[in-house]
C-alpha cells in the first residue's frame, strides 16, 4: 500500500486527535461497553472554526455504515478498553 501524506497549512489549525486508520468508540449515554465502534476513514477541518475537525467514521458493521462525527462525539478505543478495565 502507498503512504500518501497530506499536509494541512492554516495558521491556527491544531492537528487532528484521530488519524485515518485509528479505531474509535462513539459517545452515548448508554453503557460504555455498548459504544460502537469504528475506523477513521476520513478528515476535514471546518470552515468556521480552524480548531474543529470533522471524522468520518466507518462503524464496525457488515452493512459499512457511516457518520460524520466531531471530536466530542469520539474517544480512543483504548481510553473505552482501560475505563472498562477500572470499573470492574
Not at 491556527?12 to 485515518?20: D, G, L, R
Amino acid at each position: 500500500m502507498n503512504t500518501i501524506n497530506i499536509t494541512f497549512t492554516h495558521p491556527f489549525a491544531k492537528p487532528p486527535k484521530y488519524i485515518f486508520g485509528v479505531q474509535v468508540a462513539i459517545k452515548s449515554n448508554c453503557d460504555r461497553k455498548k459504544w460502537a465502534t469504528g475506523q477513521v476513514t476520513g478528515l476535514r477541518l471546518d470552515y468556521n472554526s480552524p480548531n474543529t475537525w470533522n471524522y468520518t467514521v466507518v462503524f464496525d458493521y457488515p452493512q459499512g455504515f457511516c457518520e460524520e462525527l466531531t471530536e466530542e462525539d469520539l474517544a480512543a478505543v483504548d481510553e473505552l478498553v482501560c475505563s472498562q478495565l477500572l470499573f470492574k
